[in-house]
């Protein structure tokens, strides 16, 4: 990518990023605004409910005590009894008689039977409701008048929906279900719309944005009334504009934080290749020794050399950087510099055990550059060692690499020096491997030895692996052991070698050293006997582990 255009792009990305947490800090003030009106306003309908469900047990209690009382309509006794009633139920202005639509005379008094008209509706229960009757001269307000069985109670339909709301503009409205069609029997606002009114389950409720406006509807689980509460829209925007300025900053800061740390990462691994060749040139790679044992002898005869990088910041492990050096064609410079680091080391192991051997990791590239076997010679001549002293390492991905490879092992090998499949079994061609390559060693995976002594799918294969090398002639080294019984086990069935965590984790040349020297003295044996030996929490245990 031309450079002006990757600082586009990863510019782009950076505000992308930075976006996202501010885009979820807006969602979440809209979410909380939202959630916080849809309470208040379920809160102004289920107050208003609760008071029209007090008025509804008043009526009720008022016509069963004017059915007992059995006395003659505005009779002075039922005038008397009509006042009681009235005066104990604070939600009715006054009690009634009517006949024909008329009413006969109230608790305030006999007047003059005023005609009522037309009912306007009447509810599942029976009652029959007269709404808005003028039954007094202005300023006397309109009122609501119930009726059943010729007793009635006169009702102040604002008494219900007069609630205190936070806004001017909350609209309010009172329903009889059953009689939906006649509108609404208390209104407070503008004519609501007819789809707010539509019924809902009795005893249930629901919330809907509509119109500019947040509805919330819900039903009286004991009677025939409902109750539709909507406050405007604008009140949520409101909230959330209050919400957002603690929110967004807080995003904001996030953001800032998230697009500081990927473009911090996407910086690191693009330039990989540039700190890599850095690490290189300015040599920051070790190596470290995994010891190899004999299991007849239990004596360390030799090791694996692992390649190690320490950085300014961390020690990286190879699983992360081979693949990466491998990709940008670094991987010989590395391999370079681990067999400069190993003919430096290798004459101390030599001083201790001249048949000591040092397997060395080669990658595909490796295999297939002559220069390679001229590296080899260089390490012997650097170390005085012997080409039986060094194995070559490589996965059969590395060998299968072509016609150059083959005849480039074939020169190392018939110099002495020996060749070992590593990882076997864990890639598609292994067996290919075998019949194509000149091997001296197999190096059976930790995957295959790690279900030992199990009842996994795979724990047979070691079995045939085991079968296929001694076929061949191939000596064997088993990865990963880390009990006794996994050693035991592959030694009865053939393994000399093995290497692991229960006989030592990669360590420094210092460490080796003496593990060389504690098997030379047949320490090591005797250590392994040792019944008080402890391990660490549930890491295997390691025979040579002294960090
Ligand atoms: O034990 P460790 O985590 O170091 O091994 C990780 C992997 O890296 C192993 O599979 C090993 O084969 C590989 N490796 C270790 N050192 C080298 C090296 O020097 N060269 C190459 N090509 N691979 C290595
Ligand atoms: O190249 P090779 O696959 O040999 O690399 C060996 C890898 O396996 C390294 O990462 C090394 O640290 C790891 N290893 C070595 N011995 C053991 C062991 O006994 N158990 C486990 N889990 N890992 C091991
Ligand atoms: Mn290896």
Redesign the pocket.
């Known amino acids: 990518m031309p450079p002006k255009r990757r600082v586009v792009t990863s510019l782009i990305t950076a505000l992308l990023v930075a976006a996202m947490p501010v885009l979820a800090s807006i969602y979440l003030a809209w979410m909380e605004s939202y959630t916080m009106e849809k309470t208040l306003s379920l809160t102004y309908a289920q107050d208003v409910l609760r008071r029209i469900e007090a008025t509804s047990s008043q009526f009720e209690e008022a016509q069963q005590k004017a059915a007992q009382a059995k006395v003659t309509p505005c009779s002075p006794d039922d005038m008397r009894l009509l006042h009681t009633i009235d005066f104990g139920a604070s939600h009715i202005k006054a009690t009634g008689r009517v006949a024909h639509d008329t009413l006969l005379c109230t608790s305030q008094g006999v007047m003059n039977p005023a005609a009522l008209g037309k009912p306007d509706l009447t509810t599942a229960q029976g009652v029959t409701e007269y709404l808005n009757k003028q039954l007094s001269p202005p300023p006397a307000r309109p009122l609501n008048v119930f009726a059943s069985n010729g007793f009635a109670v006169l009702v102040d339909p604002n008494l219900a929906v007069s609630v205190s709301t936070e806004g001017p503009d909350v609209e309010l409205a009172v329903l009889v279900p059953s009689a939906a069609q006649s509108g609404p029997i208390a209104v407070i606002g503008q004519n609501l719309p007819a789809n707010w009114l539509e019924p809902v389950p009795q005893g249930g409720d629901s919330t809907f944005i509509d119109a500019g406006y947040l509805v919330s509807h819900i039903q009286s689980a004991k009677w025939d009334v409902a109750v539709v509460a909507a406050t405007p829209q604008r009140y949520i925007n409101d909230r959330m504009r209050h919400f957002a300025l603690f929110f967004v900053p807080v995003g904001a800061l996030c953001g800032v934080l998230l697009s500081f740390t990927v473009s911090l990462a996407t910086r690191m691994h693009s330039s990989f290749p540039a700190m890599l060749r850095r690490a290189i040139k300015e040599k920051n790679f070790c190596v470290v020794y995994?010891p190899v044992v004999d299991l007849s002898t239990r004596r360390v005869i030799g090791a694996e050399?692992?390649?190690?990088w320490r950085s300014d910041y961390a020690e990286i492990?190879?699983?992360y950087f081979?693949p990466q050096a491998e990709e940008c064609g670094l991987?010989q410079l590395?391999?370079k510099q681990?067999v400069t680091i190993v003919g430096r080391d290798l004459p101390q192991f030599l001083k201790l055990d001249p048949d000591f051997r040092v397997a060395?990791?080669?990658?595909a590239a490796d295999l297939c550059d002559e220069h390679t076997v001229e590296m080899l010679d260089g390490l012997l001549a650097a170390s005085g060692a012997l080409p039986k002293n060094i194995e070559v390492e490589a996965t059969e991905r590395a060998f299968l690499q072509g016609p150059g490879t083959a005849s480039i092992l074939d020169t190392i090998r018939s110099k002495g020096f020996t060749v070992a499949i590593?990882?076997f079994g864990t890639g598609y061609s292994s067996l290919a491997c075998l019949q194509t390559l000149s091997l001296d060693t197999l190096k059976i995976d930790r995957a295959f030895v790690e279900t030992i002594n199990t009842d996994g799918a795979t724990s047979q294969v070691v079995l045939h692996i085991i079968e296929m090398a001694r076929s061949l002639h191939l000596d064997i080294v088993a990865e990963g052991v880390e009990t006794e019984p996994q050693a035991q086990y592959l030694f009865k069935r053939g393994v000399l070698y093995a290497q692991g965590w229960h006989f030592g984790r990669?360590m420094d040349i210092a460490h080796l050293r003496e593990g060389i020297r504690l098997s030379m003295e047949s320490k090591l044996a005797a250590f392994i006997a040792e019944p008080t030996r402890t391990t660490v929490g549930d890491e295997p245990s390691s025979l040579l582990t002294f960090r």
């Open positions: 995994q050399a692992l390649v190690r492990r190879p699983d081979i991987i590395i391999t681990v060395i990791n080669m990658s590593d990882d990669p």
